[in-house]
């Protein structure tokens, strides 16, 4: 993030703000799932986990959409269903590759 910033020409200290920013956005992200551990019983944390990670996305792409001034519920449901296909294929594709080499 910081080199990309900087190669995009911004000052150090916009480029600085930017990296700790994003830094910190991510490590709370992160941990609000490891929170889901403590929460829920672990046969079910996978399921809120990933209900938690839509509804995370669902917000932040509504977010900004709205400030990119495009139609927001399109671009959720795009990004919902591309997140959909990736936990469909993360579930399918473990079991078939043990089964090919298992």
Do not use: C
């Not at 944390?45 to 990119?68: F, H, N, P, Q």
């Amino acid at each position: 993030m910081h080199i990309y910033q900087e190669s995009e020409q911004h000052n150090q200290t916009s480029a600085f703000t930017g990296t700790i920013t994003n830094f910190f956005a991510r490590l709370l992200i992160s941990v609000s799932f490891v929170f889901l551990v403590g929460i829920f019983p672990l046969a079910d944390v996978d399921k809120a986990a990933i209900l938690w990670g839509m509804s995370l996305l669902a917000i932040l792409t509504y977010l900004v959409a709205r400030e990119r001034k495009v139609k927001p519920i399109a671009e959720v449901i795009k990004h919902l269903l591309a997140a959909s296909a990736v936990v469909v294929a993360s579930t399918l594709i473990p079991p078939w590759i043990s089964e090919l080499f298992g």
